[in-house]
């Protein structure tokens, strides 16, 4: 394995970035800052391998001799990324800000008025650097050969995501870094043999697909109007669409268990509000019965119908395979035993939230 520092792909929306492939080649000398110490100075690019710590790269001499001051000579990368600002700036601060203090005025000028006249910005670059808990390797990441024999190139990648989530297993255990996260094959966009001089080029998985729809007038005025609301969100909708997120991160154990979760946080929250009329010892009780219980007995009770007898089955599977997570550490989850759950669960919540939205509408009546 071999570790990289310098981003393969130019991200616009990071305000920091490391040289572009080529870039150091033309570079003569460069002018470093250390922001712990607040020193700095100028070094040969040979010297730059002896450097071990992160600093920043505030300027750089090219071999023809041409001073460059990244942020205000972005890349021509950068140079649709438009962050003009109608505003007054004063150089003094500005130069603070940036650690431009032993800056010439020329160039601190020449910076202002690259922003006030819509120009872009370069990113500051850096060197040594990586993002805290980074699971996108946007500054760092590791590359890893895959050797295999099989037959067809879908075959070999199939393997290869298979083995490279082993690996991610292994060394999340070994070292805690727990952001690291697997990889699914929808996350690689393309892949090739590399022993075949890219002949062999496939398409893996959707690759890049048709940009997706705006969402709907109906949608974004409900948004606006809840922003402004006073009636409080249910939990249970954040844990389903959690649940869910797992479910896409191939993280199918964590699906199941947070379905489970989102089952039960709507249950008792259901509950809660049917139960307002009693005492507070029968709140108590009916709030500490058994989620299966709840299920099979206290609700069907409730809802004396087809229409919830049919949902009872699949229920009861999917806390039992929640069950078996937790009790028997069955973390090896099939991802259609869990899309399975997702879906059952997801049906029943439907149901009993439309009961609970006639209990809450009620409930805020009687408040009224």
Known sequence: MATGAIPKVFDERLPYRGFLKGELERIDQLRIWDEKSGSGGWISVNQLNQIKEKKLIFEYKTKDGTDIVPQSSPSIIERDVNISQDININPEKFAKSFGHENSSPEIINRMISDIKHGHAMGRTLVVNAEILRDPFGRFRYTRVRFLSTMATLEEQFKKAVTAINTLITKFRSATGDYWITKIREEDVLAYTD???????????????????????????????????????????????????????????????????????????????????????????????????????????????????????????????????????????????????????????????????????????????
């Open 194 to 368: 590399a022993q075949d001089n890219f002949s062999g080029f496939s398409q893996a998985t959707q690759g890049i697909i048709q940009i997706m729809p705006d969402h709907s007038k109906d949608i974004i005025d409900n948004l606006n109007e809840s922003l402004v609301s006073d009636v409080p969100e249910f939990p249970f909708i954040h844990l389903y669409l959690d649940a869910k997120n797992a479910f896409e991160r191939a993280d199918y154990y964590l699906a199941v268990i947070l379905s489970i979760v989102a089952l039960e946080s709507i249950i008792k929250t259901y509950l809660t509000f049917f139960s307002l009329k009693c005492p507070a010892i029968i709140q108590d009780e009916v709030i500490r019965i058994n989620l299966r219980r709840l299920v099979t007995t206290v609700l069907r009770r409730l809802f004396p119908t087809e229409d919830y007898k049919k949902l009872i089955g699949n229920i009861t599977a999917a806390i039992d395979l929640r069950n078996d997570i937790i009790h028997q550490s069955q973390i090896d989850i099939p991802k259609d035993k869990a899309k399975k759950v997702i879906d059952d669960v997801g049906t029943y919540v439907e149901f009993i939230r439309g009961k609970l939205m006639g209990l809450s509408n009620e409930s805020l009546s009687r408040s009224d």
